[in-house]
T-cell receptor, first 116, second 111 residues
């Protein structure tokens, strides 16, 4: 059982470049989300989705785009990378709100992004 | 907006002692509080959840308390081992779709 899989693990971009961080889960979780983790800031929610075709903004959505065409995949797109987006990104998923065990997030291993 | 504070300093303890980590929050009334463990280079892993109407929860050597009046949770690891060394995150949640995480406390258990 793979859980939550993120790719790539490491990426270096130049300012202005675009890229997509991939996230896939095989647990049939309806809810998926993206966080960024910065020193002294804790995990901050970027975007989340409660099901295929439904996305919403979190605390820090600017500069990022998401879509949810399938239950399994939730890619995060950086449209024009900036040095301020240098961070470690985590994808996390859980069951739909109200389901037994729905309050527990399962995280991927993270993607470390450096923007020069 | 909500604010979550964990032990600001890294915590070093001797093997076998009890480690106590603190999570304080303001401007929020969570329905539950969680603790996660994070090892270097890895994603957080869920440990325990305690609801607003519960005072204490235990799992093996772990114990969590939740005081909604003080707006504080304490996380205890008894008989600590070097393998317990990690960063521990607290997270608050409600019936909505967002979780709010603290910055984490780095715990080192010295053999």
């Amino acid at each position: 059982n793979a859980g939550v899989t993120q790719t790539p693990k490491f990426q270096v971009l130049k300012t202005g470049q675009s890229m997509t961080l991939q996230c896939a889960q095989d647990m049939n979780h309806e809810y998926m989300s993206w966080y960024r983790q910065d020193p002294g800031m804790g995990l901050r929610l970027i975007h989340y989705s409660v099901g295929a075709g439904i996305t919403d903004q979190g605390e820090v959505p600017n500069g990022y785009n998401v879509s949810r065409s399938t239950t399994e995949d939730f890619p995060l797109r950086l449209l024009s990378a900036a040095p301020s987006q240098t961070s470690v990104y985590f994808c996390a998923s859980r069951l739909r709100t109200g389901a037994a065990g729905a309050n527990v997030l399962t995280f991927g291993a993270g993607s470390r992004l450096t923007v020069l | 907006s909500q604010k979550i504070e964990q032990n600001s300093e890294a915590l070093n303890i001797q093997e076998g002692k009890t480690a106590t980590l603190t999570c304080n929050y303001t401007n929020y009334s969570p329905a539950y509080l969680q603790w996660y463990r994070q090892d270097p280079g890895r994603g957080p892993v869920f440990l325990l959840l305690i609801r607003e109407n519960e005072k204490e929860k235990r799992k093996e050597r772990l114990k969590v308390t939740f005081d909604t009046t003080l707006k504080q949770s304490l996380f205890h690891i008894t008989a600590s081992q070097p393998a317990d060394s990690a960063t521990y995150l607290c997270a608050l949640g409600d019936t909505g779709n967002q979780f709010y995480f603290g910055t984490g406390t780095s715990l080192t258990v010295i053999p």
